[in-house]
């Protein structure tokens, strides 16, 4: 089956090269911002939607000609799409203007028979003569499509290159199974296995939290408060990639091990009442497992089967299906059943719920 795959690399541009990143940086915003100008006042004028392309800006703005006009072109695909995303569904919220300040450092190029290459720890880009070093630490087969270049807040700059690739579904498996997603551990499977959060992540977020807070404490616009602003930037990085990491491990993991993995709907976790930093954490770590998992389910031939809404995991009784409300409260670690007496730990119980479901 052929897909599209993204790998992210790091990149390390010399300074010529980060002149020329930063020169579409800038015209992908400019033009972006433009067509946005332009369309609420030509809605404001003429109550319709204007369409416009870059080449109509270029005649006024020289120099734009020199920009990657692919970049261009597919800053124009975003604000279109963030356009009919609007009008859709207006909870989405209009397209904003991208500000230099709030890190809209990144611009799209595509591959033009060969004009995005990989070789010898190298990467060739449209319109840049020289090839940037790139730090392959992760290979791929197929063609690429094209290259996302970006440089986050502290500096690092990355490409992210969509790939088209040829995915070998796995031999069939034998097992089903129940996943149940926590807030103490990250999942319990109905088998008893237990994938805890990560220590280092732990770690790493109680640090952000302390750097949060030395942040808030310095005076705005001081060089402190520049300084600690690139700390908390950074580790909301390293966060940020470690937990995907995580993520991606334990979902290839179950993907490997399972024909049919059954999971809760997860609108169902976010009515917890849980209003604290790790939840909201959690429920991030909780949306991009439940993606990885629908995607690799359908590139591998695995089923990926979501619980109904109303179905209450935690309360029923694995073994002989009574109800049991006192449950509900998190609290609750282990619970004896009223009607058959099974020793019950929760998550365990929620998980083994989920895998009768699928049976
Ligand atoms: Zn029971």
């Given at each position: 089956m052929l897909v599209l795959k993204a790998y992210k690399y790091l990149i390390y541009p010399n300074h010529e090269q980060q002149d020329y990143l930063a020169s579409v940086f800038g015209a992908v915003r400019f033009i972006y911002n433009k067509m946005l100008a332009d369309k609420?006042?030509?809605?404001?004028?003429?109550?319709?939607?204007?369409?416009?392309?870059?080449?109509?800006?270029?005649?006024?703005?020289?120099?734009?000609?020199?920009?990657?006009?692919?970049?261009?072109?597919?800053?124009?695909?975003?604000?279109?799409?963030?356009?009919?995303?609007?009008?859709?569904?207006?909870?989405?919220?209009?397209?904003?203007?991208?500000?230099?300040?709030?890190?809209?450092?990144?611009?799209?190029?595509?591959?033009?028979?060969?004009?995005?290459?990989?070789e010898g720890g190298t990467l060739k880009i449209p319109k840049l003569k020289t090839k940037i070093r790139i730090k392959v630490h992760r290979s791929f087969t197929g063609q690429i499509k094209s290259c996302t270049l970006s440089k986050t807040p502290s500096g690092k700059y990355f490409a992210s290159v969509l790939v088209e690739t040829d995915i070998v579904p796995l031999a069939k498996a034998e097992k089903t199974i129940g996943v149940d997603l926590g807030l103490k551990d990250f999942a319990v499977t109905s088998e008893g296995e237990v994938f805890a959060n990560?220590?280092?992540?732990?770690?790493?977020?109680?640090?952000?939290?302390?750097?949060?807070?030395?942040?808030?404490?310095?005076?705005?616009?001081?060089?402190?408060?520049?300084?600690?602003?690139?700390?908390?930037?950074?580790?909301?990085?390293?966060?940020?990639?470690?937990?995907?990491?995580?993520?991606?491990?334990?979902?290839?993991?179950?993907?490997?091990?399972?024909?049919?993995?059954?999971?809760?709907?997860?609108?169902?976790k976010n009515m917890m009442q849980n209003h604290k930093l790790s939840k909201a954490i959690s429920e991030v770590s909780w949306s991009m497992f439940r993606e990885m998992l629908t995607y690799k389910s359908k590139w591998y031939g695995r089923e990926l089967i979501i619980a109904p809404k109303n179905f209450a995991s935690s309360q029923l009784c694995s073994y002989c299906g009574y109800k049991n409300a006192e449950v509900k409260s998190l609290a609750v670690r282990q619970w004896s059943c009223p009607a058959c007496h099974t020793e019950h730990d929760r998550d365990r119980n929620a998980a083994m719920n989920l895998l009768k479901l699928a049976m």
């Open positions: 609420i006042e030509h809605y404001k004028r003429a109550g319709n939607m204007l369409r416009t392309t870059p080449a109509r800006y270029k005649k006024e703005f020289h120099w734009l000609k020199e920009a990657d006009s692919l970049a261009l072109a597919n800053a124009q695909l975003n604000l279109e799409k963030a356009y009919k995303q609007f009008f859709r569904n207006k909870n989405t919220g209009f397209p904003k203007f991208k500000s230099k300040k709030t890190n809209n450092n990144s611009f799209t190029t595509n591959n033009q028979k060969g004009t995005i290459a990989i990560p220590k280092h992540l732990r770690t790493s977020e109680k640090r952000l939290k302390k750097l949060q807070k030395d942040l808030s404490r310095k005076k705005k616009g001081s060089q402190n408060r520049y300084k600690a602003r690139l700390k908390v930037a950074k580790l909301h990085e390293k966060i940020a990639n470690q937990r995907k990491d995580f993520l991606h491990k334990t979902s290839t993991q179950l993907i490997n091990d399972n024909q049919v993995i059954v999971m809760e709907d997860l609108r169902v």
